[in-house]
């Protein structure tokens, strides 16, 4: 069964209520911090970062997935960092806003349908040092990769 699907268990006669959708588990933290954002009216911020949710289309499955970002705002222009942490490879998230840009993003208290760019390199170069100035986990997640961890500008439309 997949993440994505809800066993209701054995059949039972057809007056037993439907069982309830299964709360996250304790240790599911994605989870946790989608159900957070939204009943926070669709805004968190974390000093000068803001929490992002990004919806892509999986590139081979074309099951949504929604997960929780860090976005980093700079004259009205919005980005996410690709870092998965400094992992040695680029977060699914990431291969499937390349395969498929079209995205749904709910940030700053709005839910809307964007176009993701990945920036060129001389504009991701400019852009990251800002990025670790507000939120230094993303250097050291960049000093823990051999790759260039990518950044994304989200584009409404």
């Known amino acids: 069964m997949s993440d994505d699907e809800v066993s209701s268990g054995p059949s039972a006669g057809a007056d037993a209520a439907p069982a309830p959708a299964p709360a996250p588990a304790p240790n599911d933290f994605n989870a946790q911090m989608i159900e957070q954002f939204r009943a926070a009216g669709r805004k968190m911020e974390f000093g000068q970062m803001h929490l992002l949710l990004l919806t892509t289309r999986g590139a081979k499955s074309g099951t949504a997935r929604t997960n929780p970002l860090a976005a980093f705002t700079e004259d009205g222009r919005v980005f996410i960092v690709a870092s998965y942490g400094g992992a040695p490879k680029h977060p699914a998230w990431f291969h499937n806003l390349v395969a498929d840009p079209t995205v749904e993003v709910e940030f700053d208290g709005a839910v809307f349908t964007a176009q993701a760019h990945v920036l060129p390199d ?36």
């Open 122 to 157: 001389a504009e991701r170069d400019a852009l990251y040092p800002r990025i670790v100035e507000a939120a230094p986990q993303f250097g050291e997640y960049q000093e823990k990769t051999a790759r260039r961890i990518p950044v994304v500008e989200i584009r409404r439309g």
